[in-house]
């Protein structure tokens, strides 16, 4: 099911919208799943489904973070009975990997929640029963630094038990990047997204199992994070850093896995990577030394960055959980369970959701026991 995207960067999505799809017709029958902070105080909205059309059929306003199963349901019901050729989304990363899922769920006609949770991972892994490939094309607009848009793979939360499970999907078949959208984000928003995508880069660097290419990309792609995001603190209204943040695109563990299963607790995605990459860093130093040391000369290896660690005091010396601590304070995002509104009566509930989740099992140094899961995550309390 997997397939690169087509990446269309540094014009407006209108312009990409209307050359890329109206003008060729790629679809008839679209349907548009927008953020609902954008549909409320922008006009974007307005202007996507004004150039689309007659081909616009039907508008989903918000979904919740971390891609509720009830609402994955709520809309493939009516993706399905609209019969929608195409599916745009203008938002974050919980709202396209709810249009990942929802065209899976689509395929195999999953239109209530206990057929949905047959096509989740886990439970491919326990039966022999092949599912059908996504058919409905998928147009992200992104205005975070998620990433989803770059992978066929997607989270969704049972509503219930709050586990976040995870969907072999098909990622989008167009990228649309434009600068001007992520400026209305709020810039604590914006830097807690590129910190997840810090995340992405620094999980795959870490991961001896990584593919070569993964490795060169994700490698490249630290390097514009670390400036961009640098860039947007220092001014919010900067296209530049805006733009040099967007253009990164690139097999991850515990930060991942750990962040997957506290985002149901009402902790934001890019937060979940704030409070646990260092401490992560620090935990797997043991088994991922050398890892470690090739992504600290990556930091140090480009000037701009390097000059930024050097005047927060930082050298090679240090640790890479440190060097990411002081770059993650100095960018005033949180760093605690605390911080984030986290509350530690669903310490317990956490950590046996975590002991489900394959990256924690895939970590460089695995997460198998309660006890390893609840020693990283007092870490960060």
């Known amino acids: 099911m997997n397939r690169e995207p087509t990446v269309i960067y540094n014009t407006s999505f209108l312009a990409a919208v209307d050359k890329h799809i109206v003008s060729l017709q790629r679809a008839l029958r679209i349907y548009v799943i ?21 081909r616009c059929i039907g508008v989903r306003t918000g979904m919740k973070s971390h891609t509720k199963w009830s609402e994955i349901v709520e809309i493939a019901r009516e993706v399905k009975t609209l019969q929608a050729d195409m599916i745009i989304t203008l938002g974050g990363g919980s709202l396209t990997d709810g249009a990942k899922i929802v065209a899976f769920a689509v395929a195999n006609e999953a239109m209530d929640i206990d057929s949905l949770r047959t096509l989740t991972r886990d439970y491919q892994e326990t039966t022999t029963v092949k599912c059908e490939s996504p058919a409905i094309p998928i147009v992200a607009i992104p205005t975070t630094l998620s990433g989803a848009e770059y992978s066929p793979s997607a989270g969704g939360t049972d509503d219930v038990s709050c ?51 993964n490795l060169e990309d994700a490698a490249k792609g630290l390097t514009l994070l670390v400036r961009g995001l640098c860039r ?12 040099l943040v967007s253009n990164w695109c690139v097999t991850l563990g515990a930060s991942h896995g750990i962040g997957h299963q506290l985002g149901p607790f009402g902790v934001g ?25 090739v992504v600290k000369e990556t930091l140090f290896g480009n000037l701009q ?36 509104g986290f509350q530690e009566e669903n310490l317990h509930k956490l950590v046996a959701n975590c002991l489900k989740d394959k990256w924690c099992r895939g970590n460089p140094r695995p997460l198998t026991t309660a006890e390893q899961v609840l020693d990283l995550l007092k870490a960060v309390l």
């Open 34 to 54: 927008c953020s609902g902070s954008l549909a409320r105080h922008t006009k974007y909205l307005e202007q996507l489904t004004n150039t689309l059309g007659d």
């Open 163 to 213: 586990h976040k499970a995870s969907f072999l999907c098909r990622a989008p078949s167009l990228v649309f990047l434009d600068p001007k959208l992520s400026v209305k984000v709020p810039l604590s928003s914006w830097l807690s997204s590129g910190i997840r995508a810090v995340d992405h880069c620094v999980e795959t660097m870490c991961n001896s199992s990584s593919p070569p290419k």
């Open 232 to 243: 947007s603190k220092s001014d919010e209204n900067d296209l530049g850093g805006t733009a």
């Open 269 to 293: 995605h890019g937060n979940t990577s704030c409070v646990l990459l260092p401490a992560v860093c620090l935990y797997n130093l043991p088994v991922n030394r050398d890892e470690q040391e």
């Open 305 to 340: 960055i390097r000059t930024i660690l050097h005047s927060r005091g930082l050298s090679t010396a240090d640790t890479l959980g440190g060097i990411l601590d002081a770059l993650l304070r100095d960018l005033e995002m949180p760093r605690s369970l605390h911080d984030v």
